[in-house]
């Protein structure tokens, strides 16, 4: 997956968690996994592109 394919998926993710939240609330079952499946689009981005980026650059 590219970058710029995996940024698109954490922004449509955070867009239904959003939406999903406003409709049922913070805590409802719905929400929870959506929230985990954002956390890992953006621990994969972290993964592939800042950690790999931080370290060039230290």
Same mark, same amino acid.
């Not at 239904?16 to 996994?33: D, K, Y």
């Given at each position: 997956?590219?970058? *710029?394919? /995996?940024?698109?998926?954490?922004?449509?993710?955070? =867009? *239904?968690?959003? =939406?999903?939240? =406003?409709?049922?609330? /913070?805590?409802?079952? *719905? =929400?929870?996994?959506?929230?985990?499946? /954002?956390?890992?689009?953006?621990?994969?981005?972290?993964?592939?592109?800042?950690?790999?980026?931080?370290? *060039?650059?230290?």
């Amino acid at each position: 997956m590219s970058k *710029q394919e /995996l940024l698109e998926r954490i922004e449509k993710k955070r =867009a *239904q968690l959003i =939406a999903i939240v =406003a409709e049922n609330g /913070l805590s409802s079952p *719905q =929400a929870i996994q959506y929230s985990q499946e /954002l956390d890992l689009l953006l621990n994969s981005y972290n993964t592939t592109y800042i950690k790999k980026y931080s370290t *060039q650059v230290s």
